[in-house]
């Protein structure tokens, strides 16, 4: 088998399609989330890689401006803890993501360690490009805790592995493996910092709260853009960050039940008048390599 861990160095992906559900294709519908209405609070991700092997434009997890980083594995273990114990009365599901999650060669620990403590959904969300290198031992460990794995099909790249070989392990391990429809284009985010959104009607309409909510190192984001913002896109352009407040965020640990986080989310975001994303002013772009501009990113 060709080792794809670092094929495509400088190639890039669309932004996430899993997470564009309610703005145009409703990939949602795929029974992927299987989302409570009465609870916004339904799934939590955890950035498990900052880095992805890939170098998307405009990407909305901000990985081309990441650090390489992995989640140390005792502060996984710490933040799923108290997310358990705020949470065992109506846990979420579990999604571990990147950057590109199977970059991390701990992943299965991470995958026993959060079903370890959770009866829900365990999903791995990926760009798919190292599915057929993952060793016997992760399809074993996603079989042993029932993790299921979902992939963005990116047709466009000429050398997407066929991973019929990755299916073959998925049937040979009882593992559910799906996949998007093929992609060809993403969205661009479009943060505004020269008009300014109202913060309210944004976050009424916006699709991403709830379903794309992050926790790194203990801290919940309400969206992966705002964490992003926060953790890659002002480090990386600091003469141009974007102001995010206290409010903007909350810290799992300083809380003692899930009616905070529930009253959290009840609030619209400071942050939220600088953003487009998870409305319908969002803009279809054709892929390009990210060249690491701030314009990927701002509405010119």
């Not at 057929?132 to 079989?143: L, Q, T, V, Y």
């Not at 042993?144 to 391990?173: C, G, M, R, V, W």
Request: hydrophobic share 35%.
């Amino acid at each position: 088998m060709v080792n794809r861990r670092n094929f495509l160095k400088n190639a890039a992906i669309f932004t996430c399609g899993y997470c564009l559900g309610n703005i145009s294709t409703n990939f949602h519908n795929f029974n992927i989330l299987n989302k409570n209405q009465d609870n916004i609070f339904f799934r939590v991700s955890f950035m498990i890689t900052h880095h992805c092997n890939l170098n998307c434009a405009g990407c909305d997890h901000f990985s081309p401006l990441a650090p390489i980083y992995f989640m140390p594995l005792d502060i996984f273990e710490r933040d799923i803890i108290q997310l358990y114990k705020l949470t065992k009365e109506n846990p979420p599901q579990i999604t571990l993501m990147g950057g590109e999650p199977l970059l991390n060669k701990n992943i299965s620990e991470y995958i026993k360690i959060a079903r370890k403590y959770f009866k829900t959904k365990i999903l791995v969300y990926t760009n798919g490009l190292l599915l057929n290198d993952m060793p016997d031992e992760f399809w074993k460990s996603c079989s042993d805790y029932d993790a299921e794995i979902y992939y963005t099909h990116y047709i466009l790249h000429k050398n997407f592995p066929n991973l019929s070989y990755a299916h073959n392990q998925a049937k040979k391990y009882n593992v559910k493996l799906t996949s998007s429809p093929p992609r060809y284009d993403f969205y661009k985010i479009e943060l505004n910092n020269k008009k300014i959104n109202n913060n309210k009607e944004v976050y009424k309409t916006c699709s991403e709260k709830g379903s794309c909510c992050v926790i790194d190192n203990g801290i919940l984001y309400p969206c992966q853009i705002l964490a992003g913002v926060k953790l890659f896109f002002n480090k990386f352009f600091i003469n141009n960050a974007f102001l995010i407040t206290k409010k903007d965020f909350i810290d799992i640990h300083a809380i003692k039940t899930q009616d905070d986080i529930s009253n959290f989310f009840k609030k619209p975001k400071n942050f939220c008048k600088y953003c487009n994303y998870g409305t319908n002013n969002i803009e279809k772009l054709k892929w390009r390599y990210s060249k690491k501009e701030i314009y990927e990113w701002l509405k010119a």
